[in-house]
């Protein structure tokens, strides 16, 4: 623990890891089948060591994305599988529910001992590692300690601060993507009945890019493939996303795709884990013989942001070929359902191979080799994560994704189609429950209809904006529902210092975080339930729902025991402090928590799609949404599939600076550290680190562990600096560099979003590294 106050995630002043001091780090290539016996000794020592779980928690892995019955893995959005298999779990997954159902709690003994300002010093894992929050807490500026509070006083308390704001423009409320669809209707249903659409959320900084480009090419704010795609895809691009960490149980479709004799594209700068081989992660066979499965044909290890150009090239390999082979177009497909394709056609012969390969680091011959696939192919799934959404230009990227799709009729039919791997569990369902900050007119006219309430039409803050707005003064008031917000947001300093000027932070949570102990003048802490954990309402169990990455929604039901007997469930605390802010109101909140059945007939009135919800939910793999672009339906202005049609951007370096992607390691949950090493990636006992390509390490006079400081240049000329971190050389293309959030949010300037997607650019600060003196 550090000695002043948090100010940067420098190693001397607050590092999120477990810092250990003690620890030595070391560096050595990591050469096993990804998940396996590592993955399996890795939860074992994680369950029993760390979390003291070893019994209940095998019976809630056992109950853990099981078909008919048990929760939902709160770990990722990757759907379940669908072929009557009763167990579907990965590490990462097991980790993450071990994670809630710790046996450490976070009492109000806790918040006595220790001031708030003291705590503002612990890092992000010693923060959380204190365990599950047993009590509501109320922030007490006096003693500056967090002192209990009953839930009644809580309510009032937070009922009378919006009541007594002369603007409901003045608050805002964040959604994580773990909140269940329930209380996420509940949720925008109150603050819309405030009177504001201020519904920043996490997907501001995620997959923003994917629903604004899927929308403007097909309609449809969501990829449009099911899990089945991916087991008949005769290719499968799988872009910028790190899966053996992030969606381990894709692992399984990646090695079932190999073994029927697929091809399987990686492109990402990083040779991660996952475009290796991997050990399926819940065949016991496989791991009792140590049979490793191949989970890659091709890697393409292209420049960090260089994708827009692979794909620019693909597509002129594509024309190319069409030249002199009329199959190699779908020609009917592209007469019939699209429009735009001629004058993108002369986008791509205008750009020259010279640029495509200067712009993406790959060489002709390379591109050419993956066009050929994916030409070989009749049907070909592209997906992509982070590492194309968190860029200036995710949304063209995205979009020439589609336009690359297009050409060959990959859309609608088998096997085929564009198919974004979203992150939180439930940050899918969230957007498709109405929150958004710019919600459609339709949304809006249904939901004022069915709930009877005046609807604000205006566009309210994203993430971003709330917090330029808590900056300039112009947010009295913050509610979180679940999530680390201070922590995820870009611009640690800048943020910090904007909730701090904030009037009021609530945090709804179930453990302790920076949001907590960077707060506004006064603050709440709520705890509540978690996924794993029995909801017992009025008329008996809940059971709640979540929406998967690819459009099916199912149930969940948590059978642990909570955490805590004062904890209350995330519909209950919405709906308390909803009776207590809405004095006038007409939604019938206390009716609606009595039985969550009734939240979802209200939800099937307002939702297209979620007609007959309450049975329908109950089937044992739940239902798929109906996506209009996958059947040909297109939603668009035009009435069908749009090509768009960009001129290449030129995002190449002046000499000296590197692009950094700031990534997670294989041991964090985003802002939720489980320990200081990165398996996969060779790493031990060091979270305060840069990957770097060896020319560039030569270029500076650096060898490994050499310290830096690492500054960043923002568009507006400012700068940002970290200390002190250690250089490891890896096999990334010279010109790009990596590291870990939340760490290097530091670096990240608040003004720095995308233009198109107005998300923060995570995955591209332009930074120098320099000796640290
Ligand atoms: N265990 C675990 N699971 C998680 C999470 C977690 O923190 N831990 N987080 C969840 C959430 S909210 C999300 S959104 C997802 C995130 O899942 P990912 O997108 O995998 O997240 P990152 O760790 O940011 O990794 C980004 C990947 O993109 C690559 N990359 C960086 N820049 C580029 C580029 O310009 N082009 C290409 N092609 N690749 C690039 C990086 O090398 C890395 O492999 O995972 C979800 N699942
Ligand atoms: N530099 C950089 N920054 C990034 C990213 C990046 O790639 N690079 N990725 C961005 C992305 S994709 C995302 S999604 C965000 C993540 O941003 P968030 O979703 O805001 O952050 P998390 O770390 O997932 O939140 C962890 C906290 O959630 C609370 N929690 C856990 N479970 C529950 C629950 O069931 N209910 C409630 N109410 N609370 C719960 C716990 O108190 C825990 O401390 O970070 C973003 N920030
Ligand atoms: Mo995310």
Same mark, same amino acid.
């Given at each position: ?84 298999? +009763? ?74 601060? +919006? ?283 249904? +939901? ?273 600096? +970290? ?51």
């Amino acid at each position: 623990m550090a000695d002043g106050p948090f100010t940067s995630y420098d190693p001397d002043s607050g590092p999120s890891g477990a810092a250990d001091r003690d620890a030595v780090p070391k560096v050595k290539p990591y050469h096993h089948p990804a998940a396996g016996w590592g993955a399996a000794m890795a939860v074992g020592k994680f369950m029993v060591l760390k979390e003291h779980e070893p019994l209940i928690g095998t019976k809630a892995i056992l109950e853990m994305n099981h078909a008919s019955h048990g929760f939902d893995c709160p770990g990722c959005a990757w759907p379940d599988a669908t072929d009557g298999l +009763l167990l579907d779990v990965c590490e990462n997954g097991i980790k993450h529910v071990t994670w809630e159902m710790t046996h450490k709690r976070c009492t109000p003994e806790f918040f006595a001992e220790h001031t708030v300002s003291e705590l503002a010093t612990w890092s992000d894992y010693d923060l959380e590692d204190q365990g599950r929050l047993t009590h509501p807490m109320v922030y007490d500026a006096e003693t500056d300690h967090y002192v209990p509070i009953s839930w009644p006083d809580a309510f009032e308390m937070v009922g009378k601060a +919006l009541r007594e704001l002369p603007d409901p423009n003045l608050a805002a409320f964040y959604t994580s993507g773990r909140l269940g669809n329930e209380a996420t209707f509940l949720y925008q249903l109150m603050v819309r009945e405030l009177g504001t659409n201020n519904l920043p959320d996490c997907s501001n900084m995620c997959h923003e890019a994917s629903g604004r480009a899927l929308q403007a090419s097909l309609g449809t704010g969501k990829g449009t493939c099911d899990i089945e795609d991916w087991d008949k895809a005769d290719a499968l691009f799988v872009m910028g996303i790190n899966a053996a960490s992030n969606a381990p149980r894709m692992l399984t479709a990646l090695a079932e795709a190999h073994k029927r004799g697929a091809q399987i594209v990686h492109v990402n700068p990083l040779v991660e884990a996952g475009a290796r081989n991997t050990i399926i992660p819940h065949d016991f066979a496989a791991m009792a013989t140590f049979h490793a499965t191949k989970t890659s044909t091709m890697n393409m290890q292209v420049r960090i942001g260089g994708d827009f150009a692979l794909m620019r090239g693909i597509a002129k390999h594509v024309l190319e070929e069409a030249e002199t082979d009329p199959k190699a177009l779908d020609h009917e497909f592209i007469e019939r359902y699209t429009t735009g394709f001629d004058d993108y056609v002369r986008e791509v012969k205008d750009t020259t191979w010279a640029e495509i390969q200067r712009q993406s680091g790959l060489s002709e011959n390379e591109i050419r080799k993956a066009a050929g696939i994916y030409c070989d192919s009749d049907r070909t799934v592209i997906s992509w994560c982070l590492g194309i959404t968190q860029h200036e230009h995710g949304v063209d990227t995205i979009r020439e994704i589609v336009n690359v799709l297009l050409l060959r009729g990959n859309l609608g039919r088998e096997g085929a189609g564009p198919s974004p791997v979203r992150g939180h569990s439930n940050v899918q369902g969230n957007r498709t429950c109405g929150i958004a900050n710019n919600p459609t007119t339709e949304f809006l006219d249904r +939901l004022a209809q069915v709930c009877k309430i005046d609807v604000p039409r205006e566009n309210g803050y994203d993430v971003v904006g709330t917090i330029q707005a808590m900056q300039a003064g112009k947010l009295e008031f913050f509610l979180s529902m679940g999530g680390n917000f201070v922590a995820a947001a870009p611009d640690s300093a800048y943020t910090f210092a904007a909730f701090q000027k904030c009037g009021f932070t609530v945090n709804v949570s179930t453990k302790l975080n920076r949001s907590h102990v960077i707060h506004g003048k006064r603050a709440l802490i709520l705890p509540c339930i978690g996924r794993t954990e029995r909801d017992i309402q009025r008329r008996g169990p809940q059971i709640t729902s979540m929406e998967n990455g690819m459009a099916v929604v199912h149930m969940s039901r948590g059978m642990k025991k909570p955490a805590s007997p004062h904890l209350l469930s995330e519909p209950a605390i919405l709906a308390g402090i909803a009776k207590a802010a809405l004095p006038e109101t007409k939604t019938p909140w206390e009716y609606y928590i009595e039985d969550y059945d009734r939240i979802r007939d209200t939800m099937s009135k307002v939702l297209p799609g979620f007609e007959d919800y309450n049975r329908r939910v109950r089937l044992p793999l739940g239902f798929r949404i109906r996506q209009p672009a996958r059947e040909l339906i297109f939603l668009t202005p035009s009435g069908k599939a749009e090509f768009s049609t960009v001129t290449l951007p030129d995002t190449i370096n002046p000499p000296g600076v590197l692009t950094l992607a700031t990534q997670r390691s294989h041991d964090q949950w985003n802002t939720s550290i489980y320990s200081d090493s990165d398996r996969y990636r060779g790493v031990k006992n060091l979270r305060t680190l840069i990957f770097m390509n060896e020319h560039d390490m030569r270029e500076r006079g650096l060898k490994e562990f050499d310290e830096v400081d690492i500054t960043s240049t923002a568009r507006d000329g400012s700068t940002r600096s +970290l200390h002190r971190y250690k250089v490891v050389p890896y096999d990334i293309p010279p010109g790009c560099a990596a590291g870990y959030m939340p760490e290097m949010n530091v670096l990240c300037a608040i003004g720095d979003f995308s233009t198109e997607s107005d998300q923060p650019l995570m995955k591209s600060v332009k930074v120098t590294v320099t000796p640290s003196s």
